[in-house]
């Protein structure tokens, strides 16, 4: 009779660690706030209505201006800076740690630089308003990503080039604009 042969140490150990991750990758309340301070702090200028957004109200992350939250996890479910006329770009906007996002609006301010191609990452999202902004440069390809949208607003910016393919994917798109850029 021949033994069975044993898989090696390393294996088993390389399976284990493995298994403890986690299936999803999210982002506690903490590190979002976190987030979204040093973004503010990206910001032009301070603005008085965004005091709710410091490390004294870390914990209150559901009581910040223009933030909505999951009522079960307290993780945001909205970012809603429209009409805020906010100076700054999305460089220091750490889309990693929203992926849950289902509604990011920032419309009405003064966005200028590119759209992060990192924004494909906000895979939940159903509204994405950049209209009314400086937006330059092209569209990202990745928004392609964005198999969740409903509303898509890209109006009155200053993109070039042409429309990526990729956005063919978004099925769910009931309204988009796209003009003016």
Request: glycine share 6%; net charge positive.
């Amino acid at each position: 009779m021949k033994g069975v042969q044993k898989p090696p140490l390393l294996l088993v150990l390389h399976i284990f660690l493995i298994s403890l991750l986690p299936l999803k990758a999210t982002s506690s309340p903490r590190a979002q706030a976190e987030a979204l301070i040093s973004w503010k702090n990206s910001f032009d200028y301070t603005l008085p209505f965004l005091n709710s957004w410091s490390l004294t109200n870390i914990n209150n992350l559901y009581n910040w201006t223009a933030i909505v939250c999951y009522p079960n996890t307290k993780a945001v479910s909205e970012i809603d800076l429209s009409n805020f006329h906010i100076t700054a770009t999305l460089t220091q906007f750490n889309f990693n740690k929203f992926l849950d996002l289902f509604l990011f609006n920032l419309n009405g301010n003064s966005f200028t630089g590119s759209i992060p191609s990192s924004i494909g990452n906000l895979g939940k999202l159903t509204v994405l308003d950049l209209g009314n902004n400086l937006f330059g440069q092209e569209v990202p390809a990745e928004m392609g990503k964005l198999t969740e949208l409903q509303f898509l607003s890209l109006y009155n910016n200053n993109l070039n080039g042409t429309i990526p393919y990729q956005l063919d994917s978004l099925k769910k798109v009931q309204y988009l604009l796209l003009g003016r850029n």
